[in-house]
């Protein structure tokens, strides 16, 4: 019998959670969520930036 692979979801490159996932773990959000999902956004890039740099640079 053949095996089927299962796809598993992916972020995109430059992600390590995606506001999608992280937003189902917050509470409601008053204010502006742009805003929220933008500031959330700038610091998964510079926290995926910072796991890239210390694997390559061991």
């Given at each position: 019998?053949e095996?089927?692979?299962?796809?598993?979801?992916?972020?995109?490159?430059?992600?390590?959670?995606?506001?999608?996932?992280?937003?189902?773990?917050?509470?409601?959000?008053r204010?502006?969520?742009?805003?929220?999902?933008?500031?959330?956004?700038?610091?998964?890039?510079?926290?995926?930036?910072?796991?890239?740099?210390?694997?390559?640079?061991?």
């Amino acid at each position: 019998m053949e095996s089927i692979p299962i796809k598993t979801p992916r972020p995109k490159p430059g992600v390590c959670i995606e506001w999608d996932e992280k937003r189902k773990d917050l509470p409601d959000i008053r204010g502006d969520e742009d805003l929220f999902r933008r500031i959330w956004e700038d610091n998964e890039a510079l926290a995926y930036l910072y796991i890239w740099q210390v694997l390559l640079s061991f």
